[in-house]
């Protein structure tokens, strides 16, 4: 579980010059209780207490890095007999960070949250130094195992090297709870973590521009033969550890033509564009797919089911779009993806038709875009189509690519389902009206948003609601995402400021917002709107969420704050998009935050935050954009040359 309660007692970390070291003050810390001056004893024996007139100065090479002492310089090190000649975290622990130097003095890396102890390895640099983890004596070189307090957001390890002379050299490692995942075939531009999906101890990452030539389940990873193919990674959690159980593929080697430029720089399949799970099934939406059950002239998208038996996983079925056969663009089918038992929603945000009514005919195709979503049910192990949901209102469609800015509906751009309730966004809808069941045929203000509420009864899908933001603003894309758990819905949305405003008078300038609906007596009513601020206008994203019980995750990808690991400063705006998730329960009829996530490795356009996915108390964030060099599950990495590789963060 993800806490904030204050460790109980005090860290002290002497890293001041000799003016500062007797003067006592509290820093926060990431919601960590820091107090520098007099040594005191720290809940569970974790620190021993050291006199205030015992403290040496030290490097600080890590410190301006990490934000943590801003305003103070450290002095260096008078001589390098109290540094370590190597340092490692074993496994589950993630690699350091920055990489292990003599000269760094604070590092940080992560841990699954079960986690009761963190392995390291030290040595001193001089051979006769003795060494210190956490107050207790430890034999240089050999494997060290340090217990970790609980009910904490981070746990701290410090490690203390007293050089003949008496000298001291302090080191601390800052660990934050959670994994570090990175595709097992990391590679440039793949963009793992582009959708993710968890289900219990299952999770499931979409990496839609991998270019392995594979095809199914397990294949070969290591050719790039199929450019922008995709590909989808199944993990599974045993004792807090998370391992990779599958790596999937479309059932053929086929490359997808037909989508426009904003979508794939390539246009190709893109299986991993979208991605969910429920139990033992699971499904990949490709939106570029080239198979087509229609004659066309290019793809239209594909939704791929995998099912997880006895010997793995394996291939179940393979759905397609029965749409207009004269539509001449692709309809983005597998845009977006979501499973609910034996019931699959597929998003066809493309595609044209000017039907208002549910299961009307597929082929009146109309100027421009509007969207649609399929619903799919499964009885002994086949799926067949059950209904063709549409919005009720078409008039504001556009003729363009659906690009960001033009005035496509882009209904099934987000999908979502729990037993029987569909929920559909269709974020470029224009309607001014405000609340649930307006006028849907108003447009007078572009790119607002909407979402459409829809429920199965006796086998037959009926439309329950039509929603809108309390206060819709013109771009503001309420519908990019949307999540439901029982009688509970949540909608993402924006506020977009004007770039000279907001630099001109230094004003946070976004908000990304969820809003809340809950179904009372079988009617939805607006109960909460969730609102965070961030530095920089959003351009290119809208938010994420999802629901899971009484807790919600918001991903905002063009969060720039330069924080690390949970609760860190959201004000600051140094990581330019690096991204961010905020975590809300409900408590009573009130939804509080109750953190603030960011990524262990913070870096600028990773773009955490861009998919988001919730199951209890595990709460997932993917990283589309990130570049770091390393592959597998908390690896340490070398570099940042994997430009938009791509990574994941699982919080537990």
């Known amino acids: 579980m993800i806490t904030m309660r204050l460790v109980a007692g005090a860290l002290c970390v002497r890293y001041f010059p000799q003016r500062l070291i007797a003067a006592c003050f509290t820093l926060s810390l990431l919601g960590l209780l820091v107090t520098c001056g007099r040594a005191r004893h720290v809940a569970e024996g974790l620190w021993a207490p050291v006199p205030a007139s015992d403290a040496k100065p030290h490097s600080h090479a890590a410190a301006s890095d990490l934000g943590l002492f801003p305003d103070t310089e450290i002095q260096q090190m008078p001589s390098d007999d109290t540094t370590l000649a190597s340092l490692v975290l074993l496994a589950p622990a993630q690699g350091l960070n920055p990489q292990f130097s003599s000269d760094v003095s604070i590092y940080r890396s992560g841990i699954p949250h079960k986690a009761v102890s963190v392995g390291l390895q030290a040595t001193p640099r001089h051979p006769a130094a003795t060494l210190a983890v956490n107050g207790k004596t430890a034999i240089s070189g050999s494997a060290i195992s340090v217990p970790l307090a609980k009910g904490t957001a981070l746990a701290a ?107 794939s720089d390539n246009n190709k399949d893109l299986f991993g564009a979208s991605v969910a799970i429920s139990g033992n099934t699971l499904v990949v939406g490709a939106p570029g797919d080239a198979a087509s059950s229609f004659q066309s002239p290019v793809g239209n998208g594909a939704a791929y089911v995998f099912e997880r038996g006895a010997s793995g996983w394996m291939k179940q079925a393979y759905l397609k779009s029965a749409g207009p056969s004269t539509q001449k663009q692709s309809i983005e089918f597998g845009r977006s993806v979501a499973i609910s038992a034996n019931t699959i929603v597929v998003g066809a945000p493309r595609e044209k038709s000017q039907a208002t009514s549910l299961n009307s005919s597929q082929k009146q195709t109309s100027a421009g875009p509007v969207g649609a979503a399929y619903v799919f049910v499964r009885k002994q192990n086949a799926w067949t189509e059950q209904a063709h949901l549409r919005a009720a209102d078409t008039t504001e469609a556009g003729n363009g690519y659906c690009s960001l800015s033009s005035s496509c509906d882009f209904f099934g751009g987000s999908v979502a389902i729990s037993g029987d309730t569909v929920i559909v966004g269709m974020p470029g809808e224009a ?4 609340g649930i069941n307006g006028d849907a045929s108003e447009n007078t203000l572009p790119r607002s948003g909407a979402a459409y509420v829809y429920e199965r009864q006796q086998g037959n899908w009926v439309q329950q609601a039509y929603l809108k933001a309390s206060d819709p603003t ?20 924006r506020v977009r400021y004007s770039l000279a405003a907001n630099n001109s008078s230094g004003a946070k300038q976004g908000h990304a917002l969820a809003y809340i609906f809950s179904r009372i007596k079988g009617q939805w009513a607006q109960t909460a709107r969730l609102d965070v601020q961030y530095p920089f206008t959003p351009l290119f994203s809208w938010p994420q969420v999802a629901i899971f019980g009484n807790r919600l995750i918001l991903g905002v990808e063009e969060d720039s704050s330069g924080a690390i690991g949970i609760d860190g400063d959201e004000n600051d705006s140094s990581s330019l998009w690096s991204g961010a998730a905020h975590v809300f329960e409900r408590q009573g009829d009130q ?62």
């Open 474 to 493: 013109k771009d503001g894309r309420f519908g990019g995402g949307v999540a439901i758990d029982g009688d509970t819905i949540a909608v993402a949305a």
């Open 157 to 263: 390890v410090e490690i203390v090297v007293t050089a003949p002379s008496g000298r001291e050299g302090r080191t601390l490692i800052l660990i934050f709870y959670s994994t570090y995942i990175k595709a097992s075939n990391a590679d440039s531009s793949d963009q793992f973590g582009s959708s993710v999906a968890v289900s219990g101890n299952t999770l499931v990452v979409g990496a839609p521009l991998e270019d392995s030539g594979a095809t199914g389940v397990n294949g070969v990873q290591s050719s790039n033969s199929k450019g922008d193919s995709g590909a989808a990674y199944v993990f599974s959690r045993a004792a807090g550890v998370w391992t990779q159980q599958a790596y999937l593929k479309a059932f053929s080697s086929g490359v997808g033509v037909g989508l426009p430029p904003v979508f």
């Open 431 to 434: 309607s001014a009206t405000i």
């Open 591 to 652: 939804w509080k935050k109750i953190s603030y996530l960011k990524p262990t490795y913070n870096s600028r356009m990773s773009k955490f935050g861009a998919s988001v996915a919730i199951s209890g108390e595990t709460f997932v964030v993917g990283a589309p954009r990130e570049g770091l060099n390393a592959s597998g599950v908390n690896a340490s990495p070398s570099d940042d040359t994997l430009f938009s590789s791509g990574a994941v963060y699982v919080f537990d």
